[in-house]
């Protein structure tokens, strides 16, 4: 019973407690702004490797660029023709958009 008296007059003192407020001339401001911001990413894209090959009665012809590879010779008359795509990664760039919620408070 007497810990029970002595934790009940705890309570009571603690319960009475006032919490301090902010006085008149104190003021509080609270900023807020977003800011955007577009960050440049790089990206690969794959290419696939393809082989195509077609034969045909024509002149000898050669292809080339960065993605593929041509070639044709002429056997017995048939001009035999291999299409083969390089396996190449080519970066590209993006615009990412990110934004950012800031806040910001002061006490006057």
């Known amino acids: ?14 319960a009475c407690v006032t919490t301090r407020q902010a006085a008149q001339s104190e003021k509080i401001i ?3 702004r977003i800011e955007t911001v ?9 290419v696939p490797q393809i082989v195509e090959k077609v034969v045909t009665k024509d002149t000898v012809s050669v292809l080339e ?16 023709h291999s299409l083969e795509t390089k396996p190449v990664q080519k970066p590209m760039e993006v615009q ?8 910001r408070r002061c006490r006057l």
């Open 1 to 14: 019973m007497k810990n029970f008296t002595l934790l009940l007059i705890s309570v009571l003192c603690v």
């Open 30 to 32: 609270t900023e807020t």
């Open 38 to 46: 577009y960050q440049t990413d790089t990206v690969y894209l794959e």
């Open 65 to 80: 660029n960065e993605f593929a590879k041509s070639a044709a010779s002429v056997s017995d008359g048939l001009l035999a």
């Open 96 to 103: 990412t958009k990110r934004q950012y919620n800031l806040q």
